[in-house]
Structures are given as structure tokens and as C-alpha cells.
């Protein structure tokens, strides 16, 4: 779908029919069961939501065409992060408690952006430019970020003395959150003003091909934007049922449930990574992968922080050994492949295999 010229149908029908879709079936009481019927809900379901999806990328690159980078890619992964934690808090408000839902989360987003998706892009990229380039100035500033965040989020609890477990005290649970959201907003701020430069890169053959996006449209393509995320993460939740019963069919652990559905929310964002890829704009990729994994530490973990306390429910978030080295390894390659400024596709081969160790071990652990 080109940003430039009049809205495709899609990009408004898909969203219409995801709310349409949702409605009807929350009002019919109409789910997922494993039977022909069933099977023919989830057929229409996968249908509906990933034309959501792609509606949704469609529109976040209007808004990114009209506001400038990196404030485009800002608002969808910062659109993403939100219903992601609004996600989380509505699992957690369930009648089943499950402590460990945030950290699973945030691990797995952060296992998929940056080895999964960065590996994507660098060899896509890498297949059809040889070489692409990155601003190591903005990329040093994201992992730093990144690192201090994971670190104090999902490894320090593990050896904090004042509550057993991998788990934080009120008191320390609270410090962190606070610590989290200012080392966060004062990132933002680098970002999108202090710094700008070091966040964007102009890239050669890239023009103007078209007449700017007028007001009206900005802002139909802004209300749609967000009415497709919602749609997504609501449709999200029914599709579950249907990965529930896939992954019991095929002896799959729990946790793999979890890393589906993550995909499924951060599709929107990796269609938009490749894409920007695919342009030999390597750097907007980075910045929504990046991005992504720094929004959704930020504002996941004291957001559910804060939730976890009105309920009086316990929050686990420490990682276990074996989380814990894959992470390590994720920010060790990291910082390799940001370290010179140019990408090739070994670096992105490198990337999915460590996403690919990832994935394997949700299964044989």
C-alpha cells in the first residue's frame, strides 16, 4: 500500500471488519472450539487480523511520511507498547493469577526485536545492498539504555537479599519503576530533541514522489492507526484459543503460546522494520527494533508494577540461569554488530541464530 495518493480500501476496510468481527463475536459469545465451525472462526479470525495488521503499518507510515523520523517510528512502537501493557494488566485482573506474565513478556519481546527481527532486517537488507549503514551514535544509546534497563528489571532480583526469590519488595519493586521511567523519558527526550541526529540517516535515491499528506487525512490515518492496534491486541486474545489448542496438539510447552502471541502483537512493527530494510533505510529498522524492546522494559514494568500492587499480587520478574545467559549473549552480539556502523548479512545470519536457540529451547529447555 503506497502512502502517497488516495487510501487503498483495505487500509479502512480491514479495520472496520476487525472491530465488526470483534463485536459480533463478544455479543454472540462466539470462540474458538475444535470443531469444522471452529475451524472456519479461525480461518476468518487470521484473515481479518493480519489485514489489520498490514492496515495498521500502512497508517503508521502516512503519519511517519507527514511528522518525520524518528517521531514516526516513535508513535507506532510507542502505540504497540501501550496496548501491550493494557494486554498484560487485563490478563492480570483474570480470575488466574500468573505472576511470571510480565517478565515472560518483556524476555520474549526482547528475544524477538533484537535477535529475530534486527537478524531479519540485516539480512534482508545485507541480500539486496551488500552493506548498509546505522548511526553507531544512536545505536550505542539504545543498547546502553537497554542493557541498564534489562539488567535491573529481569537479572537484579534474582539476587536481592531483602525478599527470597526472583522477586522485588514493594519498596525496591517501587525504586525501580521510578529509575525505569526517567532513564526512559530522559531517552525520549534525547531522541526526539536533544540528539535527533544521531537517530536518523538520510538515505541516497530516497525522494519525494508524491504530494504531502493533507490534515484530514493525517488525522483519519491516526484514528484508524489506533483503532487497528486495538483491534489487533483484542483479536489477539481470541486467536490465543486458537494457539492453545496448536500447541497442545503438538506437545508444545506453555511458553510458546506466549512467544506466538507476542509475535502476533509486534507484527505490525516488524513489517515496517523489513520494509524500511527493504528502502536501504536500515536505520529506521533499528530504531523501531530497538525501540521496541526499550518501550516495552519502560513502560510495561512500571506500569504492571503499579497494577501488581493495587491487587496486592506478586510480581516475578527475575530470569532463570539459562534466560539470563541468552540475554547476556543478545547484547553481546548486539553491541558487535552496531559497533562500526555497517551491517552485512553475516551479522544478521549471527542474529537468527541466536533467535533460533531462543525458540528451540522454549521447547526442549
Request: glycine residues 8%; neutral net charge.
Amino acid at each position: 500500500m503506497s502512502v502517497h495518493g488516495p487510501m487503498p480500501p483495505s487500509a479502512w476496510i480491514f479495520p472496520t471488519l476487525s472491530v465488526l468481527f470483534f463485536a459480533a463475536a463478544t455479543a454472540l459469545g462466539i470462540s474458538f472450539t475444535p470443531t469444522p465451525a471452529g475451524l472456519v472462526f479461525a480461518g476468518l479470525l487470521l484473515v481479518v487480523l493480519f489485514g489489520t495488521v498490514f492496515a495498521a503499518v500502512h497508517h503508521a507510515e502516512v503519519i511517519a511520511e507527514r511528522i518525520g523520523e524518528p517521531y514516526g517510528t516513535l508513535l507506532l512502537t510507542l502505540a504497540v507498547t501501550i496496548i501491550e501493557v493494557a494486554l498484560i494488566a487485563t490478563i492480570m485482573l483474570g480470575e488466574k493469577p500468573v505472576p511470571t506474565l510480565a517478565r515472560d513478556t518483556v524476555f520474549a519481546v526482547v528475544m524477538i526485536v533484537c535477535n529475530g527481527l534486527v537478524g531479519i532486517c540485516i539480512l534482508t537488507g545485507g541480500l539486496r545492498y551488500r552493506e548498509q549503514d546505522v548511526q553507531v551514535t544512536g545505536a550505542s544509546l539504545y543498547l546502553s539504555v537497554l542493557i541498564v534497563m534489562a539488567t535491573i528489571t529481569l537479572i537484579m532480583p534474582n539476587y536481592t537479599l531483602t525478599t527470597p526469590g526472583p522477586v522485588y519488595s514493594a519498596v525496591q519493586l517501587g525504586f525501580v519503576s521510578v529509575v525505569t521511567l526517567i532513564l526512559y523519558g530522559v531517552f525520549l527526550y534525547t531522541q526526539t530533541v536533544r540528539h535527533r541526529d544521531y537517530f536518523i540517516r538520510e538515505v541516497a535515491g530516497q525522494a519525494d514522489d508524491g504530494a504531502p499528506t493533507s490534515n484530514r487525512m493525517l488525522a483519519l490515518s491516526a484514528l484508524l492507526l489506533l483503532i487497528s492496534l486495538l483491534a489487533v491486541v483484542l483479536l489477539a486474545k481470541k486467536f490465543s484459543l486458537v494457539i492453545d489448542f496448536a500447541t497442545a496438539r503438538i506437545g508444545a510447552p506453555p511458553a510458546f503460546a506466549g512467544v506466538l502471541v507476542a509475535l502476533l502483537i509486534l507484527l505490525p512493527e516488524s513489517v515496517a522494520a523489513v520494509a524500511a530494510a527493504r528502502k536501504n533505510d536500515l536505520q529506521k529498522s533499528v530504531n523501531l527494533a530497538l525501540g521496541s524492546s526499550l518501550a516495552t522494559i519502560g513502560l510495561t514494568i512500571p506500569a504492571v508494577a503499579v497494577a501488581a500492587y493495587a491487587l496486592g499480587k506478586q510480581l516475578v520478574l527475575g530470569l532463570n540461569d539459562q534466560e539470563t545467559v541468552l540475554l547476556g549473549l543478545t547484547f553481546v552480539v548486539s553491541m558487535l554488530t552496531f559497533g562500526t556502523g555497517r551491517t552485512n548479512i553475516l551479522f544478521g545470519l549471527v542474529h537468527l541464530v541466536v533467535f533460533a536457540v531462543f525458540v528451540f529451547l522454549v521447547f526442549v529447555p
